[in-house]
């Protein structure tokens, strides 16, 4: 059955670092998406990115946070400048069913950022 | 999106059927009834959606009450691996592409 993958599974990085978090979609998706969990919270929507440009985005996903389709296959969240706050586990998702209300989304499982 | 109330948890004894509730009194009569779970250290996993008629596939069945302000859904055996928080969650073509995720229901099952 298709999957997600997202890589690395964990990732550990200094407060001020750049990290760029990856995906792969399935591969006959439109729809691609970045959530997060913090620790013991709900899931959040970040933004989700169609025809290769955001289409939707949340209050979350401030001037640090940047997403690109580089080829045909990957799918990145990239995060310029990391805070504490920042840990969490992202989740990439992808969906090839246009109309909204019957969107299936399909999630990978997951980078565990940990700022130090 | 619409909201939805689901318990904080509940428990179930393995291999027998589990009904997790969800009730959505605002819906509308657009709106989809979504069911994901989101096992242990996993991301969010579909499991079934419906909009007005009973739903069954392999992993589950919706049960929607006439008047479709709750629904139900139905795990007819639970099995160990069925340990996971369920969210309910309402969709429509005019809210957008996001997933709204409630805090669900943490569902555990007891050998």
């Known amino acids: 059955e298709p999957e997600v993958t997202q890589t690395p599974s964990h990732q550990v990085t200094q407060m001020g670092q750049e990290v760029i978090l990856r995906c792969v979609p399935i591969?006959?998706?439109?729809?691609f998406y970045w959530y997060r969990q913090i620790l013991g919270q709900k899931v959040e929507f970040l933004v989700s990115f169609y025809n290769n440009e955001i289409s939707e985005k949340s209050e979350i996903f401030d001037d640090q946070f940047s997403v690109e389709r580089p080829d045909g296959s990957n799918f990145t969240l990239k995060i310029r400048s990391t805070k504490l706050e920042d840990s969490a586990m992202y989740f990439c998702?992808?969906?090839?069913?246009?109309?909204?209300?019957?969107?299936?989304?399909?999630f990978g499982a997951g980078t565990r950022l940990s700022v130090l | 999106d619409a909201k939805t109330t689901q318990p904080n948890s509940m428990e179930s004894n393995e291999e027998e059927p589990v009904h997790l509730p969800c009730n959505h009194s605002t819906i509308s009569g657009t709106d989809y009834i979504h069911w994901y779970r989101q096992l242990p250290s996993q991301g969010p996993e579909y499991v079934i959606h419906g909009l007005t008629s009973n739903v069954n596939n392999r992993m589950a069945s919706l049960a929607i009450a006439e008047d479709r302000k709750s629904s139900t859904l139905i795990l007819h055996r639970a099995t160990l691996r069925d340990a996971a928080v369920y969210y309910c969650i309402l969709r429509d073509d005019n809210y957008g592409q996001n997933f709204v995720f409630g805090p669900g229901t943490r569902l555990s099952v007891l050998p």
């Open positions: 591969s006959n998706h439109l729809y």
């Open positions: 998702a992808s969906s090839g069913q246009l109309q909204l209300a019957k969107n299936i989304q399909y």
